[in-house]
């Protein structure tokens, strides 16, 4: 697929925005009503399942389709694919500001706003039986208007059965913003978006997630030949993943309250080890 390609025979590839679960993302324009969207490939996943099966993110998407802070399922497109088969894909709304990570730090009171919009859209989630799994900045867009969206429902899990809503499972984390409870292999709950949405907040206000710098509160750091899954090397990639696991499965985090002022407490409670002491999203928000 090329720049200027047409999907569907409505949909103009513009530029590839990046890599998701099933490859390319692309920014394309819908033809029929003037608007940029994003087209996103379902995972194959190499399983032989049927389509149905491999749409889960839209059936938990088109339940939120009028909610404000959750990004907007627009479409699902069938089309050829090689050796007979057939490719989907998701059109979903453009969110122009994009993923908020790498920007610069935000004000308390700017990161607050858009706490409290993020905690409705991770309420109605929870109401509805589903676990967003993957909340971080790059998770999380701007409208033209300044308004939260939720991106990217590709590790969201259906806690009400055993079920994913996505074929990724069981599932799905990012260990820098993963609750300690999602770290250690344990089902995603709805407090784990609470924590990991805390981790979030903390990081768009001093441009990094929540440290875990008290060794008096946390199992010595291991050597790296000590860590599963790494080779006891100089450092390697992998190195660095396995202990950016581990330590978000020791769950000590620390607050930088100066920088994050009234924040800091509701911080603080969100992001508690036990899932059992955190408020929840709607009291959060």
Known sequence: MRPGDELAGRYGLE????????????????????????????????????????LGEPRALAKFRDHPHVVTLLDIVTVPAGGGGEAHWFVMEHVPGGGLDGRPPMAPRDAA??????????????????????????????????????????????????????????????????APEVARGNIPRPASDVFSLAATLHALVT???????????????????????????????????????????????????????PLAPVLTAMLRRDPRRRPDAAEAG
């Open 207 to 261: 441009g990094a997630p929540p440290r875990d710098d008290d060794p008096q509160e946390r199992e010595p750091e291991p050597e790296p030949d000590e860590v599963e899954g790494t080779d006891g090397g100089e450092g390697t990639a992998e190195d660095a993943e396995a202990l950016r696991r581990w330590r978000a499965e020791q769950g000590v985090v620390r607050v930088d309250a100066e920088a994050t002022g």
């Open 15 to 54: 530029e590839v925005m990046g890599t998701g679960r099933g490859g390319e993302v692309w920014l394309a324009h819908d033809r029929l009503v003037g608007e940029r969207v994003v087209l996103k490939p379902v995972p194959d996943g190499g399983d032989g399942a049927p389509p149905v099966r491999r």
């Open 113 to 178: 706003r858009l706490g409290a919009q993020l905690a409705d859209a991770l309420d109605a989630l929870h109401a509805a039986g589903i676990v967003h799994c993957d909340v971080k900045p790059a998770n999380v867009g701007l409208t033209r208007r300044g308004a939260a969206k939720l991106l990217d429902f590709g590790a969201a899990y259906r806690f009400r059965d055993t079920q994913t809503v996505t074929v990724n499972g069981p599932f799905s984390f990012t260990p820098d913003y993963a």
